[in-house]
């Protein structure tokens, strides 16, 4: 029960950051005069902005939603195996 609590929360707070990380950066996509293929729109609007301090923050972010999805799959898994196995 303690792992699917801690699963939960993990994923709560990386997708919540994740969210806010990338809302943050779409409104300086707007700005943007132009952009290049090889970056692309995004990575483009990040370096324009001065933003690019914000990738940390993003691969912290996903690592936490990862870790908790992982938390609650192998939770699942545990259960599902426990009833077949009955």
């Given at each position: 029960m303690?792992?699917?609590?801690?699963?939960?929360c993990?994923?709560?707070?990386?997708?919540?950051?994740?969210?806010?990380?990338?809302?943050?950066?779409?409104?300086?996509?707007?700005?943007l005069?132009?952009?290049?293929?090889p970056?692309?729109?995004?990575?483009?609007?990040?370096?324009?902005?001065?933003?690019?301090?914000?990738i940390?923050?993003m691969?912290?972010a996903?690592?936490l939603?990862?870790?908790?999805?992982?938390?609650?799959?192998?939770?699942?898994?545990?259960?599902?195996?426990?009833?077949?196995?009955?």
């Open positions: 303690k792992k699917i609590i801690i699963g939960c993990l994923t709560m707070v990386g997708a919540f950051s994740n969210i806010a990380l990338l809302i943050s950066i779409s409104f300086h996509v707007n700005k005069g132009g952009w290049s293929d970056p692309g729109k995004f990575m483009t609007a990040i370096e324009g902005t001065g933003a690019s301090v914000l940390f923050p691969i912290i996903t690592i939603l990862g870790v908790g999805l992982y938390l609650l799959l192998q939770d699942y898994l545990k259960t599902l195996s426990n009833r077949v196995n009955k």
